[in-house]
């Protein structure tokens, strides 16, 4: 008896939960701002894709069209709307641009991550994050004031590359006038090299600092464990780095417009002018009326940009299950 009332004594002492405990109002907000922000992404996803389809449905064009390589959407004998030189040249502007950034990002990460002491660290940790802050405007002007007449006073002649025993292997004309497919992935390099360094560096201090102690402790030198456990261990994580530094680069549109040349031929020659789907949006958007097929075409083309960045996560994550399944 005394036990129960004693119990009943605690239960009366116990303080009743207010109103905003019952309703839980922290929990509530996470919630909302959580449905909230996929709401957002699948109207804005419906949205583009509606509007990237009315070339097909409204405006009658097939979807082999697309991929010719004429562009003329004022042509009098009928309007061509082939986006194919377009998604050639952000294909190819986007990888060589990954080519040139890829390495000396990781090779950044791992220096900081692994080899910087600390001074160094506490330099170039925060210039990534000035350079994350310039604007694409910024390296945009510093491509057509440095980078352009650089290329075009220095490469201005055929680029022959020779071999001591077997002669001249390839060729190519030089820079006409600096703006060119090099141009663009020169300046889009550096603008993804601050996204891909970042997310490599979290990867590697993401490993266990005791498989690393573990490693060094069997024998291994530093760059044996470096290779053989770090980048393996985080790779998934540089995968999704250089991802994100694809999309950023394929979707930057005003850096690439000012030196890219914005000539809407396909890819044959790195020095050679191009136009990508960010460029020519950039430039036809203010000539176009609402509900014609021109601007239905430039709708398109955001679409494909769409497609392309949706494409480029579902392969990583689909790799990134078949190492952990293996």
Known sequence: MAQMTTA????????RPGLLERIDVPRRVVFLAAVSMIAIVALLMAFIAWQGIQLFVKDG????????PTWNPLANAGPEFGLLPFIA???????VALLISTPLSVGLALFLSEVAPNW????????????????????????ITVLVPFLADT??????????????VFSMPGFLTGFSWMAGSLVLSIMVLPTITSVSYDAFRAVPQELRTGSLALGTTRWQMIR??????????????VVLGMTRAAGEALAVQMVIGNSPTMPAAITQPLTTLTSQITLDMGNTVFGEP??????????VLLIISITSVVLVRLINKRRLAS
């Open 8 to 15: 009943n004594r605690l239960t009366g002492l116990r303080a």
């Open 61 to 68: 064009v097939s979807v082999g069209e697309i991929f010719s």
């Open 89 to 95: 040249a952000t294909v190819c502007v986007t990888a």
């Open 120 to 143: 160094a660290k506490a330099v170039v940790q925060p210039s990534l994050e000035i350079f994350v802050g310039i604007p694409s405007v910024v390296w945009g002007w510093l491509g």
């Open 155 to 168: 490469f201005s002649g055929p680029i022959v590359i020779s071999l001591p025993i077997a002669g001249p």
């Open 228 to 241: 053989h456990l770090l980048l393996p261990s985080a790779l998934s994580g540089v995968l999704t780095a």
């Open 294 to 303: 021109w601007q239905d075409a430039l709708w398109t083309m955001s679409l």
